[in-house]
Every structure is written in C-alpha cells, then in structure tokens.
C-alpha cells in the first residue's frame, strides 16, 4: 500500500480565518485519486474533497480547496472563513485509480476552530 | 437516504473475551468495508466485500478476526479471542461499486481491558 503522510497531528484556526492541512504521499503510479475525509467528534467520516491526479485543474468545494503538485507529491487542503463546524480530524487518503482499490490513509490532522 | 448503521456504538470487554460488531450498509450498496482505526492513526482496511463475497482481507488477523455477510446485505465482524492491542474504533463503510465514493457509518469504538 502507499504511503500517506500528515505531518501537523493539530491545527488551531481563529474563526474567519484560513488554515491550510498537507499531505505528501509516496507513489510510482501516475493515475490515482486523492481524498481529504473530515471526522467530526461523532466519528462518522464524510469525503470533503477529491482528486483525480489526471486533472491538472485543482479541485475545490465551496470553502475547502486543494493544492495538488504531483511532481513533488504533495496534497494540501486549505479552509477558508473557517468555521466552528470545521472542527474535527482531517484525512489525507490516496487510492490508485486502476488495480489496487484500497485507500491508503494518513494519520490525520486534528483542526480546531477557536471562536 | 439512510446512512450506514452500526451497533453497539461503545463496547468495553475483557481481554480474551469475544465481541461482535454489526453493519447495515446503505441499501442496494453491493460493497462493504471493515476498517479498523487506532487511536492517532488512519482507518485501516480489515476485510471488503463484493455482495456475499470477500474481495480482500488480507489485513485481517483470522487467527481471531472473522466475518461475514452473508446475505449479501448487512454484515458481523467477530473477535475471538480479544487482545489489549484491539482496542480501536471499527468503521463500517459501503460503496455502490468498488471504484465509488465509501460512505461510512459513525464506528464502534471498542476497550480491551
């Protein structure tokens, strides 16, 4: 399986305001697709966004967007006007878009929202 | 749309005890996911199924991990017996197909003691 690397375990944001997550990941492959998950306290895990690493276009959902630089492997979500329903742990999760279907998650990035 | 169910929510057992966890995924979902995620890592994948069929557990340890779907529908995953290093939160999650988005229900979160 690939490697998926969160390196911030926490992140502390003012309400309002933006914070950016990163993931980098480890691959030879060239076709796969890229997740960020949010789990919120109640633990049910929801997709928040996702890559198809064939788009060069990067992905953005209302608030949340990515920076995905497939040359250096990298993946980071950034939230903007942050809000207090943003808090939860985020994950970075890799899967390869053909053969291997399993994704691959990272450690998870504990956001917190102060008001 | 109902989301995926699972039950109990919390579980605390003794070691070498044995415990079952159900999942109902979302209807008409073939796919169904086990994952099991330890304090401070990722969800990691147990067992899927295609239907009744099991597509990959090789991550399970069947020494004393087992499961079943049988009706292709909802699903038991069964420790037997538990060891201190189980304890975890194990999610549930359903898919249309394979390659579709996961869905995943709110986990059980299990203690060892």
């Known amino acids: 399986a690939q490697t998926v690397t969160q390196s911030q375990p926490e992140m502390s944001v003012q309400e309002a305001e933006t914070v950016t997550l990163s993931c980098t990941y480890d691959?030879?492959?060239?076709?796969?697709?890229l997740f960020w998950y949010k789990q919120p306290p109640s633990r049910q895990m929801i997709l928040v966004i996702r890559?198809?690493?064939?788009?060069?276009q990067n992905a953005t959902e209302n608030r949340f967007s990515v920076n995905f630089q497939k040359a250096a492997k990298s993946f980071s979500l950034k939230i903007s006007d942050s809000q207090l329903g943003d808090a939860a742990m985020y994950f970075c999760a890799y899967r390869s878009r053909w053969g291997d279907y399993k994704l691959s998650f990272g450690a998870g990035t504990t956001v917190t929202v102060r008001a | 749309e109902a989301g995926v169910a699972q039950s109990p929510r919390y579980k605390i057992i003794e070691k070498r005890q044995s415990v079952a966890f159900w999942c109902n995924p979302i209807?008409?979902?073939?796919?169904l996911y086990w994952y099991q995620q330890i304090l401070g890592q990722g969800p990691k994948l147990l067992i899927q199924f295609q239907n009744n069929g099991v597509v990959d557990d090789s991550q399970l340890p069947k020494d004393r991990f087992s499961a079943e779907r049988l009706k292709g529908v909802d699903s038991t995953l069964k420790i037997q017996p538990a060891k201190l290093e189980d304890s975890a939160v194990y999610l549930c999650?359903?898919?249309?197909?394979?390659?579709?988005?996961?869905?995943f229900g709110p986990g059980t979160r299990l203690t060892v003691l």
């Open positions: 999650a359903s898919s249309s197909g394979t390659y579709n988005e996961q869905f």
């Open positions: 890559q198809e690493a064939y788009k060069q």
């Open positions: 209807s008409g979902h073939a796919t």
């Open positions: 691959t030879s492959e060239s076709d796969y697709y």
